[in-house]
């Protein structure tokens, strides 16, 4: 069974950074490609950054593009989502995602196989 489990969500200010990571356990995390998806209260779930299984190719949402980053260590099992310069529209519960295999970057929720339980941000005015 393949567990993901985000931490690293909190209450910031607006302007202020944050880190979120994902660990996952129980599968070949090294052979899937990994993506971050965010849902604000009332809103739709939207991709928000996604990366491929050797870290040679990134992909940003629209609206936090220039200001965060994803990255992965293959040897600890983590996918981590650097948020600089957040608003409070960034405002939302974050979760990563697992595919199962792939060689590239994936942005529709149906790609991916495996989800976490979600972490909550909060940017404060």
């Known amino acids: 069974q393949v567990l993901l489990v985000e931490s690293g969500g909190g209450f910031v200010q607006a302007g202020e950074s944050l880190r979120i990571s994902c660990t996952v356990s129980g599968g070949t995390f090294s052979a899937y490609p990994m993506g971050w998806f965010r849902q604000a209260p009332g809103k739709e779930r939207e991709f928000v950054a996604a990366?491929?299984?050797?870290?040679?190719?990134?992909y940003y949402g629209d609206s936090v593009k220039g200001r965060f980053t994803i990255s992965r260590d293959n040897a600890e099992n983590i996918v981590t989502l650097r948020m600089n310069s957040l608003k409070p529209e960034d405002t939302a519960v974050y979760y990563c995602?697992?595919?199962?295999?792939?060689?590239?970057?994936?942005?529709?929720?149906?790609?991916?196989?495996?989800w976490g339980q979600g972490t909550q941000v909060t940017v404060s005015s």
């Open positions: 995602a697992a595919r199962r295999s792939g060689l590239g970057v994936w942005t529709t929720i149906r790609a991916y196989d495996y």
């Open positions: 990366i491929n299984t050797i870290s040679s190719n990134t």
